[in-house]
C-alpha cells in the first residue's frame, strides 16, 4: 500500500472497530447471502466481462544483452535444485509463487499441540512485513534498515547487518530478501540494492536504482537465478515513472531495465493521452514476483496509475498499470501482459505476486488478486480470462464519485493487500487473504494540514469497520469452497501444507492455522503484534517447524497499535514447556539501532556509521516509528502534518503527545521507544 494513499485520511483515521464478530468459518452460501457486508457470491466470468484487458505484445522495451536463462523443468523443481524442500528459499516458497509445503509433520490431528518454542524481538520500530527466508537451520529476516540472520530452531542471532541510508528514505518499509549462490540480496528505502555474505552479513556491493528524494525506494523482496537479481522500484504515487531492473548477482551492475510506464516508441506509450501524464504515471512493484524459469519469464505485478484517484487527469487505458507484465528474463523484452483495470480511479492495485500452476488435466493458469476485491485466473496459453472471483465485500464500483460522497467496497485500503493467492496442489484450491474495507470517496482535492495538496487526485475517508476473510476456490472454476471470516484484516502470507493445515495470521495479532478442506480453526495464538508478513515453514532434522512475523507499528497495518517486529517460532510441543517458560528461557533480544548505532546483537553485528546526511540521533527513530504515519519529512500523511510544530507546541507538549498519544495513534511510550527515545524524537520533530 502506497504512502501517499494516507493523505486524504488526515487528523480523522478511525480504527478498526472493538468488539467485532469473532472469527468464524463461513459458508460460501452463508458469507454471499445479500448484505452489505458480506463478499457478494462469486461467479466465474467471462472475458468479455472481465473488467480486464488483453492487448497482444510483439515488442520489447529496453532490451540488455546478456547470456540466456539455463533451461528448466517447472519453477517448483527449479527452485528446489537451489536448496533441500524442507528450506523457505524465497519470499513465496517457489519462483512459482504457490507457497505450498509438502510437510505433513503438523496435521489436522495434532495442529491444536503447537508450542511457540522461541522468540526473537528484533529491537526495531515501525513497519515489519517481511518474508522470511530459511535456507538449511538460518532464518534471514529484515526490516527497513537492518538484515538478521537467525538460527531457525533457537531464534539465536547470527549476525545482523544495519544498513546507513546514504540519502534521505523515501518509504521506510521492506519485504524480504532473495538468495542466490550464499548471498542475500535486498532493498533498502533509500532506493539500493544490497548484496550480503550469507554466512558472515558482509556487504559484497551496493547499487543505487532509485533516486530517494524525488519519492524512490525499493521495498520488495527480489528473486534471484540465473546469475541475476530481478527487482523493481516503488513509491509511484508520488508521480514517479515505475521501472522493474535486472542485476548481476556478481557485480551489482545494471543488466536491463524496463519501464512500467511506457513513452516515446515504447509499446503502450499510446494509452497515455494526457499531455506528459506518462512521466509522472506511477506504475510501482511492491511485494515481490514470479518466475517461471522454463519459459525464462519474470512476471510482474504492476500497481495503479497516478493520479490514483483522477482518470480524466490520465485519460487513455494506462498501461501498464495494474497488470500483470511478463519479461525475458535474459533480456527484459516485453512479451505479454494482462491488464485487470484500465485507467483505474480507485487505487485498486495489483500489488501481490502471481501464482502459477497447472490444473490436473496439465492446463497452466496463473492467478493473481487484486485491492479492487478479486482473485483472476487467465489460461497462460490463450492469454484469456478463466475466472474473477469476489473474495471480500463489493459495492458501488463503477458509481462516480460526487461531492457528498459514494461509499465503494473495497476502500482504498481494501481487497487482497501484498500477499497474494497460494496454491495447494493436492486439493486442487487456491487460498487467498482479503482486506474486507470500505471508503467513502469524493470529488475534490484533499489538503494537508500544511496547506498543501495531496498529489491522489482526490478524496477519500475510510469506513468505521476494517474485517478480514481467507478464501478457498476452485482453482479450475473459481468457485469459492469456503471462507474464514477474521474480525480484522488478512494481510498475512498464506500457507497451505500436506498436513491438511492452511497457516496465515491477522492483524489483530493472532497466529491462524485453518483447515484446508473446511476453513474450521483448528489454532489460534496470540503474538502481541499484527501479523503482517510472511508465515512460512520448513524442517531442521526431521522436525517441522512453523515461523510467524508479529509486530508492525504503523497504520498502514489497519490497527492502531500493533506491537514491535519480533519473529516466532512453533513446534509440536515435544518438551512439556510452558508459554511463560519459552517467554524466560527461549525468548531473544536485540537492542535498538534506531539512532545510527548497532547495538545488543547477540551475534556479530556489521555495524557502520551514522546517516551519511549527518542525520540528528532521532531522525532515524522517527523514520521507523513516525513517518508512515506523518511522512518522511514530516509533511503529513495518516497523521497530521508536524512541520512547524515548534510554533504550536513546547518541547515538553511534544514530549507529552509520545508518551500520552490521543485519538488513534500508536502507543510508543515506555516500549518501543525509552525515555532518551522519546526525547531525541521530540528534539528532531521541532525542528521540522
Not at 523493481?232 to 556478481?250: E, F, K, P, Q, S
Amino acid at each position: 500500500m502506497s504512502r501517499s494513499a494516507w493523505y486524504s485520511l488526515l487528523l480523522g483515521l478511525a480504527s478498526t472497530a472493538a468488539g467485532a464478530a469473532p472469527n468464524v468459518a463461513v459458508p460460501v452460501a452463508q458469507a454471499a447471502a445479500g448484505t452489505e457486508t458480506a463478499p457478494r457470491e462469486a461467479s466465474a466470468a467471462t472475458d468479455e466481462g472481465a473488467g480486464g484487458s488483453i492487448i497482444p505484445a510483439a515488442t520489447s522495451t529496453t532490451p540488455g544483452s546478456t547470456p540466456g536463462p539455463t533451461p528448466g523443468t517447472t519453477p517448483r523443481a527449479a527452485a528446489e535444485s537451489i536448496v533441500r524442500e524442507e528450506s523457505w528459499p524465497g519470499y513465496n516458497n517457489g519462483f512459482d509463487g504457490q507457497r505450498y509445503s509438502s510437510l505433513n509433520e503438523i496435521n489436522t490431528r495434532n495442529v491444536a499441540s503447537l508450542r511457540r518454542i522461541c522468540t526473537l524481538r528484533l529491537g526495531d520500530q515501525g513497519a515489519f512485513e517481511t518474508g522470511p527466508l530459511v535456507i538449511d537451520d538460518t532464518m534471514y529476516v529484515t526490516t527497513a534498515r537492518t538484515t538478521v540472520a537467525l538460527d531457525a530452531v533457537r531464534c539465536t542471532v547470527r549476525w545482523r547487518q544495519v544498513h546507513r541510508p546514504d540519502q534521505v528514505e523515501a518509504w521506510t518499509v521492506n519485504r524480504g530478501a532473495a538468495y542466490l549462490d550464499g548471498r542475500l540480496f535486498r532493498g533498502t528505502s533509500d532506493g539500493r540494492v544490497l548484496a550480503l555474505d550469507a554466512k558472515t552479513g558482509a556487504l559484497l556491493w551496493k547499487t543505487k536504482v532509485g533516486e530517494p528524494e524525488k519519492g524512490e525506494a525499493v521495498p520488495s523482496a527480489p528473486i534471484a537465478w540465473n546469475g541475476k537479481v530481478y527487482v523493481g522500484m516503488a513509491v509511484g504515487d508520488y508521480g514517479t515513472r515505475g521501472r522493474m531492473l535486472a542485476l548481476d548477482a556478481a557485480s551489482g551492475a545494471i543488466v536491463w531495465t524496463f519501464h512500467t510506464i511506457p513513452m516515446g516508441k515504447e509499446r503502450g506509450a499510446d494509452t497515455w493521452k494526457t499531455g506528459e501524464s506518462a512521466a509522472k504515471g506511477g506504475g510501482a512493484t511492491w511485494s515481490s514476483y514470479t518466475l517461471d524459469t522454463a519459459r525464462g519469464e519474470v512476471l510482474v505485478p504492476v500497481a495503479n496509475p497516478s493520479p490514483m484517484l483522477d482518470a480524466a487527469a490520465r485519460r487513455g487505458d494506462n498501461l501498464f498499470t495494474n497488470s500483470l507484465v511478463a519479461l525475458d528474463a535474459r533480456t527484459g523484452a516485453l512479451k505479454w501482459w494482462y491488464q485487470l483495470i484500465p485507467a483505474d480511479w480507485h487505487d485498486w492495485d495489483l500489488g501481490a505476486a502471481a501464482v502459477l500452476y497447472k490444473t490436473p488435466q496439465g492446463r497452466e493458469l496463473v492467478a493473481m488478486g487484486s485491492k479492487d476485491g478479486n482473485v483472476y485466473a487467465i489460461d497462460r496459453k490463450t492469454r484469456k480470462l478463466l475466472f474473477k472471483t469476489p473474495v471480500t465485500t463489493l459495492k458501488n464500483i463503477d458509481v462516480p464519485f460526487t461531492a457528498a460522497g459514494v461509499e465503494v467496497c473495497p476502500g482504498v485500503m481494501g481487497g487482497v493487500e501484498w500477499n497474494g493467492p497460494a496454491f495447494d496442489p493436492v486439493r486442487n484450491q487456491l487460498y487467498v487473504g482479503a482486506v474486507d474495507w470500505c471508503a467513502t470517496f469524493l470529488t475534490g482535492q484533499t489538503k494537508m494540514p500544511n496547506g498543501e495538496v495531496a498529489p491522489i487526485g482526490g478524496i477519500f475517508k475510510q469506513g468505521n469497520v476494517a474485517e478480514g476473510w481467507v478464501t478457498a476456490l476452485d482453482a479450475v472454476s473459481g468457485k469459492p469452497r469456503w471462507q474464514y471470516h477474521s474480525a480484522s484484516p488478512i494481510v498475512a502470507g498464506v500457507t497451505p501444507t500436506a498436513g491438511g493445515v492452511v497457516f496465515t495470521g491477522d492483524i489483530e495479532g493472532n497466529f491462524l492455522a485453518l483447515e484446508s478442506a473446511t476453513g474450521k480453526l483448528l489454532f489460534k495464538q496470540a503474538t502481541g503484534g499484527s501479523v503482517a508478513g510472511g508465515v512460512v515453514t520448513y524442517s531442521v532434522a526431521g522436525r517441522q517447524y512453523v515461523a510467524t512475523t508479529s509486530g508492525n507499528i504503523s497504520k498502514i497495518t489497519f490497527a492502531a497499535s500493533s506491537g514491535s517486529p519480533a519473529i516466532m517460532v512453533f513446534a509440536l510441543n515435544s518438551s512439556g514447556q510452558t508459554e511463560a517458560q519459552v517467554d524466560a528461557e527461549q525468548t531473544q533480544s536485540i537492542g535498538q539501532s534506531g539512532a545510527g548505532q548497532a547495538q545488543g546483537a547477540n551475534g556479530a553485528d556489521s555495524a557502520g556509521q551514522p546517516a551519511a546526511d549527518g542525520a540528528a540521533p532521532g531522525r532515524s527513530l522517527y523514520a521507523s516509528s513516525c513517518s508512515a504515519c506523518h511522512g518522511m519529512r514530516g509533511e503529513g500523511s495518516s497523521g497530521p502534518a508536524l512541520t512547524g510544530i515548534h510554533a504550536r507546541l513546547t518541547p515538553a507538549q511534544v514530549i507529552d503527545r509520545i508518551k500520552s498519544p490521543r485519538g488513534v495513534m500508536p502507543k510508543l511510550y515506555p516500549s518501543p521507544l525509552a525515555e532518551a527515545d522519546v526525547t531525541a524524537v521530540a528534539a528532531y520533530v521541532g525542528g521540522l
